[in-house]
């Protein structure tokens, strides 16, 4: 019964055919998660693929200890990300990680395309492709709702919008309607092989390997989460707490991080959402924190033919919100409008498009239309204004559709329309990955730059600038605090925990829930498996093309203030030159020589033909 986790399930879209393989050694050797998605990327994903081709692979992969205790509740997935073009990982919560694990299955490699709009059923052992044309244009929403039924056992649903149809780049994929894989173009690429959503049920039991330890850890856990203040705030206001205090700290990215501070913050705070909107919160299975805030949205329903009638009917919309869509489409356009804000919201959420990117994108053609770079015509007669949610609900309509040649290119990413019209110094982003809402300081860049996801999440660089306040902090410190903390999470992450609980699974405790499950190991061990995780990431990355270079990090950083003062392009490059060198000191060759770019590039076989 264990080794039903370790089971990893191939299925050819093209050929509509399944097989499933053991996985037993790469699960012992790497957990789960990120450790085992990292080596199943570089075994299945062909060198410089596009990312749109059949051959591209998506990998979903579970934790070694989903649906064993409280926040071990992240699914993952890997695939060459069409806006980067390199390394595509997110992670997403809600019930798919506990379904596949439910299921009997540790992993899920997908490749092919299917010639049709199609969805993919997986059910313990059967797996079926249904043709699913019906779907194609068709919501999140209603193909959510279209699929869920009412199983025995666990289910999740994954579906594309209109974005993921359409290829935009980053369009994401929503996981049971209110949680997301989003970020890097997941749901391009499931559009791309027109898989419009896949339904999971798992009727299985996940057998424990020492019971009693587990019930004892699982109660201890559990009150730390439940009882502590660690995690009180997710639960409480949930992250759009941070919209003030990132405005005290002077932090706040406003008006396409011109400004670290937003006059309207207020009007759009957490409270005002928890007293006008809020209608309900959400927890994924066996979490116990509900940190996913709902908002009640009332949308006016058919107002064209209501005209005359003083009574409007409207439809209601519930829409999931938190800090960082709130910065994005928020302070960083600077709307003020709350429900304006949540319109914003749920346009992303019923196209399935990343908001933090979508904000990003509508505040540089903002700010190029400004300056005359780009045209009404362009624009398609739509002026974007700062704070006027209006245009930028028309524009973002376009975009999904693109509508033309410079909706197409904004539907590429931020970076690609500043190579094509010009101001690249005011197209934010890291690693053509649009920043998170930190104005905190020179480890939040040079974090975002490097990390394997360009991702806030990948190593905490504002975390770091953060405790810079408080003691001032070297370069070369900022940089190991960087390497430490991206090494430690992708233990945490191969182990299925969500990162808000970061605090409750210290280092200790993760050896003690891990000897649980009979994996003896110790804290250093750990800590070299999650060096390994990185640098099996960085390989993908490395062979993709990528190297972390100054030159990518747009003038705008350096114009405005941050919590830690302005910053001097010299303070970047000297915690990136530290942080390389010290990966260079664990082994990984950022620069590549010419016979190791040749083994990269080599073919190599898959799991399935090795066994």
Not at 302 to 320: D, M
Not at 438 to 452: E, H, K, Q, R, S
Request: hydrophobic share 40%.
């Amino acid at each position: 019964m264990r080794k039903m986790r370790e089971r990893i399930l191939y299925i050819d879209l093209t050929e509509q055919s399944t097989k499933v393989v053991e996985g037993g050694e790469l699960f012992k050797k790497y957990l789960g998660g990120p450790g085992v998605g990292s080596k199943l990327l570089l075994e299945e994903c062909p060198p410089r693929v596009d990312p749109f081709s059949p051959e591209a692979p998506v990998i979903f992969t579970v934790g070694a200890l989903t649906a064993v205790f409280p926040c071990m509740v992240k699914a993952f997935a890997f695939f060459k990300s069409p806006l980067t073009g390199n390394l595509g990982e997110s992670h997403a919560g809600g019930h798919l990680a506990t379904a596949l694990t439910l299921a009997g299955y540790g992993a899920v490699v997908v490749k092919g395309a299917a010639e049709k709009p199609s969805v993919l059923r997986i059910s313990d052992e059967e797996v079926k492709l249904e043709q699913a044309s019906s779907l194609w244009g068709v919501s999140t929403f209603q193909v959510e709702k279209t699929l869920r039924g009412s199983p025995e056992g666990m289910r999740s649903v994954v579906s594309i919008g209109r974005a993921g149809e359409n290829l935009v780049y980053y369009a994401g994929a929503l996981v049971d309607r209110y949680h997301h894989f989003g970020r890097l173009g997941l749901g391009a690429v499931l559009g791309s092989k027109k898989l419009k959503a896949l339904q999971v049920t798992g009727t299985r039991e996940r057998p424990l390997k020492k019971a009693d330890e587990a019930k004892a850890l699982y109660e201890e856990f559990h009150r730390k989460i439940v009882e502590g203040e660690v995690m009180a705030k997710y639960h409480n206001l949930g992250t759009p707490e941070n919209l003030l205090v990132l405005n005290e700290m002077g932090a706040l990215p406003t008006r396409n991080f011109q400004k670290p501070r937003f006059e309207g913050v207020e009007k759009i705070s957490g409270d005002v959402y928890a007293e006008a909107f809020l209608r309900r919160k959400i927890s994924c299975p066996g979490c116990p924190v509900a940190c996913i805030h709902v908002a009640r949205l009332a949308v006016p329903f058919a107002p064209e033919h209501e005209k005359a009638r003083r009574e409007i009917f409207t439809e209601e919309f519930q829409v999931p919100y938190n800090y960082e869509p709130m910065y994005a489409l928020g302070s960083n356009l600077e709307i003020s409008d709350p429900e304006g804000l949540l319109r914003l919201i749920f346009l992303c959420e019923y196209h399935a498009l990343d908001a933090m990117i979508a904000g990003n994108v509508l505040a540089w053609a903002t700010e190029a239309y400004e300056k005359g770079l780009v045209s009404r015509e362009d624009s398609l007669g739509v002026v974007p204004r700062w704070g006027d949610w209006e245009s930028y609900a028309r524009m973002l309509e376009n975009i999904v559709e693109t509508r033309n040649p410079f909706y197409a290119k904004l539907a590429q990413g931020v970076k690609a329309a500043a190579e094509k019209y010009g101001g690249l110094d005011f197209a934010m982003n890291l690693g053509k990955n649009g920043p998170a809402g930190y104005m905190t300081g020179p480890a939040f860049i040079v974090g975002g730059l490097v990390g394997a996801r360009h991702s806030h999440l990948s190593n905490a660089g504002y975390s770091v600038d953060q405790r810079a306040l408080k003691k001032p902090l070297t370069p070369r410190e900022m940089a190991e605090r960087l390497v430490a903390e991206e090494n430690w999470l992708y233990v945490l992450y191969s182990l299925g925990a969500c990162y808000f609980s970061r605090r409750v699974y210290t280092e200790e405790a993760v050896v003690k829930a891990l000897k649980a499950e009979g994996v003896e190991t110790t804290v250093e061990e750990l800590k070299a498996l999650g060096r390994k995780i990185f640098h099996n990431l960085y390989k993908f990355k490395l062979q993709e093309g990528f190297r972390p270079s100054f030159k990518d990090v747009p003038g705008r950083f350096f114009e405005g203030e941050t919590s830690l003062g302005k910053l001097e392009p010299s303070q970047v490059e000297e915690i990136l030159s530290h942080y390389v060198k010290l990966r260079r000191r664990e082994g990984l060759k950022l620069v590549p020589e010419e016979k190791m770019l040749m083994d990269l590039l080599a073919p190599k076989k898959s799991r399935g033909e090795e066994t």
